[in-house]
């Protein structure tokens, strides 16, 4: 069977090509009417459910949760009917599967092993969301756009969380289950799975394009002023940014809102910033230190 | 058929239906807010809502959804729980009981394997729609902070349960994530910094969850009290404060500005 079939068709990926599915159908369904809206507030006009009147909860509202369940009921019924749940071989700790996967909710921070080592990506990043999605209502202080779909009076918000959200997260997650095969190499869906496939890629240390041994003490004072020119250049320039531009708005967030927003924003962007290290310059390392490296 | 309205009006003056049913339903105001709060199911909800609640545009129902698809799971997985040994000897062979010996096994476990990923899913999704109709900003901030909790602990219940069949599948997804419990600064013990307190595989993150060096019996045993007792007991107190503070934060939230 072609392979691309064959790995959309598995029991477990199901769930994973009805979740595109779903999560692409009610992402436009919310960019739709947050468009709709914008134009409503463009020309003055109430937003959806600014007129609402109230309607008895018996019954419209229980109807209507009655109907959902049984939809659910039914689909799910029907899921359970089609496929069968996957039941391999009994565990056995000698036989190692390769590649041997986490749940696939958790592949995007397994992918995320591919760009940083254990200890950033399965426990600091994992608690920085958990952390971030804690501090949201906390830090967005932007009081419009409180109850009802807009885009246009939360431009920012809504394109770091949907960056987030749909790239950070939701990507990753399906390229960890459909594009990631033997020794955790890429794999086209059309190409077969090779377990003798080796690549060789010769990866080097940032300091080590200039001719520094990372592990030496340049090398690692290097690294560091990397590091600390990141962090400290990543807080310090948006903030001369809004100085010129927009005090009010640094007057409103104050010195911890402001503090938590960027660590949080640089922490997210050095993802991405470190995949295209890893990818396109075959950078492993920034730094390194006897007790971790970044 | 034409004596079925004295049928019902007789079963309706019966003693035991009075004492379930208090009083007759007229479709009156009265007795439609009656049949909301003198239900103690049905009572989670006001007497009236707006509009909005009832439309499926705003709020694509999805927060209801995952409370729907957590009662599934709890609903077949305590009848699974009656086919089912926490133990390396026999929990594989339940599971392959429910295949060969108990009547509908199998739709019993593709329900609860399914109605799981699902509940993943759409918890996701409840999220998202959360964010875009700003529905975390005042008063809610709160609420939106016991979501966040509710979503992990779906992805922890979620976690857990994969261990249960004890399968390959199973026991090889569970190494993987708990490998990263050994990496945890100061408290894993290949994390940065644990050599300064000690830390072995012995008595580090990881030996906590698995109850052990390796992936084995008692972590078997622990993924399965977490999995059926210890997170659903939680997620069960959080959901009471999430749904309470809907109530409480003015139920389904109204455009502010």
Not at chain 2, 155 to 181: C, E, H, K, R
């Amino acid at each position: 069977m072609n392979p691309f079939i064959e790995i959309i068709t598995q029991p477990d990926n199901i769930a994973i090509v009805i979740m595109i599915i779903m999560v692409t159908f009610f992402m436009v369904w919310a960019f739709q009417q947050a468009f709709q809206n914008d134009r409503l507030l463009a020309a003055g006009l109430p937003v959806d459910g600014e007129k609402d009147k109230f309607v008895d909860t018996f019954k419209p509202l229980v109807r209507i949760e009655l109907i959902i369940a049984i939809v659910v009921m039914v689909g799910l019924t029907v899921w359970s009917i089609a496929v069968d749940a996957p039941l391999e071989e009994i565990a056995n700790p000698t036989i190692t599967p390769n590649p041997a996967k986490a749940p696939w909710y958790f592949l995007g921070l397994q992918e995320l092993l591919v760009y940083f080592d254990p200890w950033l990506a399965g426990v600091v990043l994992p608690s920085l969301i958990v952390v971030g999605l804690l501090a949201i209502p906390y830090i967005d202080i932007n009081p419009k756009g409180n109850g009802y779909y807009t885009f246009s009076e939360r431009k920012y918000a809504i394109m770091i969380f949907s960056f987030g959200f749909f790239v950070l997260w939701l990507l990753l997650i399906v390229i960890g289950v459909f594009f990631r095969g033997p020794g955790w190499l890429w794999y086209w869906p059309w190409q077969e799975w090779d377990h003798a496939r080796v690549v060789f890629e010769p990866t080097k240390d940032l300091t080590s394009l200039i001719g520094v041994d990372s592990r030496s003490l340049p090398g690692f004072i290097i690294g560091a002023l990397v590091v600390g020119s990141y962090l400290v250049g990543g807080m310090i320039a948006p903030y001369r940014y809004w100085k010129k531009n927009n005090p009010e708005l640094l007057a409103k967030l104050g010195i911890v809102r402001y503090v938590t927003i960027i660590f949080l924003f640089i922490t997210m962007m050095s993802i991405p910033i470190k995949m295209v290290l890893r990818l396109v310059f075959l950078i492993k390392y920034i730094w390194i230190t006897p007790w971790f490296n970044v | 058929m034409k004596r079925l309205p004295e049928i019902t009006d007789k079963v309706k003056r019966n003693l035991i239906w009075k004492s379930i049913f208090r009083r007759d339903y007229r479709n009156n105001v009265r007795d439609r807010a009656q049949a909301i709060f003198g239900n103690v199911f049905l009572h989670l909800h006001p007497v009236q809502v707006r509009e909005s609640a009832v439309k499926l545009r705003f709020t694509w129902g999805m927060g209801g959804i995952t409370f729907f698809a957590f009662i599934t799971l709890v609903i077949t997985g305590v009848v699974l729980m009656f086919y089912y040994h926490p133990t390396i000897d026999q929990a594989y062979t339940d599971i392959k009981d429910l295949e060969f010996q108990v009547p509908f096994g199998v739709i019993l476990r593709n329900l609860h394997r399914w109605g799981a990923h699902f509940m993943v899913i759409v918890v996701m999704i409840h999220m998202f729609r959360v964010f875009m109709t700003g529905s975390y900003k005042a008063p809610r901030q709160f609420n939106w902070g016991i979501g966040v909790f509710l979503l992990v602990l779906t992805f922890l219940l979620s976690f857990t349960g994969y261990l249960t069949p004890w399968d390959q599948l199973g026991f090889w997804a569970i190494t993987v994530g708990t490998n990263m419990g050994a990496a945890t600064p100061l408290l894993g013990y290949q994390g940065p910094f644990s050599e300064y307190l000690h830390i072995t595989p012995y008595n580090d993150v990881r030996f906590a969850l698995l109850g052990g060096a390796q992936v084995g019996g008692n972590a078997l045993l622990r993924s399965y009290i977490w999995h059926c007792v210890a997170i659903p007991l939680i997620s069960i107190i959080l959901m009471f404060v999430h749904f309470w503070r809907v109530r409480k934060d003015g139920g389904i939230s109204k455009p502010q500005k």
